[in-house]
């Protein structure tokens, strides 16, 4: 036989679900919206900074794109999306300038080097907390010259 709860005991037990109830959902709406007064996102969440680390030795990157323009020690790059960037080149800089297939490039550090509108490797390195060009690899080979060609006579 099942014992008969009297019915106060019945109500506290509801009045106690019923309370937590609304106590978790009151609580649950807070955390949804997001309670901002106390919340700051981490240094490697936020926008324009860098995620650095004692083991790090360098930090690297590479763009795919063009030098659209040379100002002193600054270059703007724009990559394959149309998207442009601007960067400091690096005092160490390399460019390399495609000669021939097969042919061995000689690194230039002279930014007068720096061909416009041409397709290029750019490889930057942190430096000082900021990216830095390092190298600038142009991949598009010049014209071949007209003795230097295959022709195939019929």
């Known amino acids: 036989m099942v014992p008969v709860l009297n019915r106060k005991a019945v109500f506290a037990a ?8 609304l106590i978790g959902y009151v609580l649950g709406i807070q955390v949804a919206k997001g309670n901002s007064r106390n919340y700051s996102p981490a240094p490697s969440q936020q926008k324009g900074s860098l995620k ?18 040379v100002d002193g020690n600054k270059i703007t790059v724009v990559d394959d999306k149309n998207q ?6 690096s005092k160490n800089i390399a460019i390399v300038t495609a000669i021939a297939p097969g042919k ?6 002279n930014i007068k ?5 041409q397709s290029a490797l750019i490889a930057l390195q942190i430096v000082d907390g900021e990216y830095q060009v390092i190298s600038i690899a142009y991949t598009n080979y010049p014209p071949a010259s007209p003795s230097a060609r295959n022709t195939i006579k019929p």
Do not use: H
């Open 52 to 69: 650095t680390s004692p083991l790090f030795t360098r930090q690297n990157a590479t763009v795919t794109g063009k030098v659209t323009k």
């Open 113 to 117: 080097d720096i061909q416009l509108n």
């Open 104 to 109: 061995v490039a000689t690194p230039s550090t």
């Open 84 to 89: 442009s960037d601007i960067f400091v080149l």
């Open 14 to 21: 509801i009045a106690l679900l019923v309370v937590g109830l």
